[in-house]
């Protein structure tokens, strides 16, 4: 009959026998798969094909298969683009229609000179801050909303709309709009030549 002892030490190399048996099959596992046959790559990249074709003759022949532009001159108005006069606003050529004498005096949005109606919105129902808070406003039985001008001094003569009207502008008289009541005093009362545009394609 075996002692305690005896059974203790048994069993030891019992497991000390089993792992080393393991660790064996592991390093052998190890050892032929660094000797097998490696299986090809899914996908090889390859170096691109450069062709050494002059560049000079590769863009000639993008050219050849490009589409002819359909974009032509109106012939109904030659020379149209020669014409300094011609200028584009909103993306549409204009040319100036005539040039009139007018009274131009000036406001601000604020209640000193709008009164009741001082509530950031123009009488053709625009905000005041379109075009920049360059604005006109005229006599509409004259100049129509969206009638454009070049009143000389205001915006560096750039072409303004005609966006709002007040009571007391009627017949040949302008008002241009200014941030603060302030600018708007400094304008005064000038007599200026105003010009008056037209769409060319409507002319």
């Known amino acids: 009959m075996q002692t305690p002892r005896q059974i203790i030490r048994a069993r030891f190399l019992l497991e000390a ?11 052998t596992s ?8 490696h299986a090809p790559p899914l996908a090889a990249i390859e170096p691109a094909h450069v062709d050494n074709a002059p560049l000079v003759s590769l863009v000639a022949a993008t050219a050849e298969t490009e589409a002819t532009p359909t974009t032509e001159i109106n012939e ?8 300094e006069r011609i200028r584009f606003y909103n993306g549409r ?11 131009v005096t000036a406001y601000s949005p604020d ?6 109606f001082a509530d950031g919105v123009t009488a053709s129902n625009m905000s005041i801050w379109t075009n920049g808070m360059k604005l006109i406003a005229a006599d509409t039985s004259i100049f129509p909303f969206g009638s454009m001008l070049s009143v000389p001094g205001y915006d560096g003569g750039a072409i ?8 007391a502008i009627k017949g ?3 008002d241009v709009l200014f941030p603060t009541h302030e600018a708007a005093r400094r304008w005064g009362v000038q007599d200026l030549a105003v010009t008056v545009w037209e769409f060319v394609d409507e002319g």
């Not at 792992?19 to 390093?27: D, G, I, N, T």
């Not at 190890?30 to 046959?37: G, H, I, L, S």
């Not at 109904?76 to 014409?83: E, I, K, M, Y």
């Open 172 to 174: 040949d008289r302008l």
């Open 160 to 167: 303004t709309p005609v966006l709002d009207r007040g009571g």
């Open 93 to 103: 050529a204009i040319r100036p229609a005539r040039i009139v004498n007018l009274t």
């Open 30 to 37: 190890a050892a032929m798969t660094k000797q097998a046959v």
């Open 76 to 83: 109904t108005a030659p020379g149209l683009l020669d014409d």
């Open 17 to 27: 026998g089993a792992f080393l048996s393991l660790a064996l099959l592991v390093a």
């Open 111 to 116: 209640h000193r000179s709008c009164g009741d």
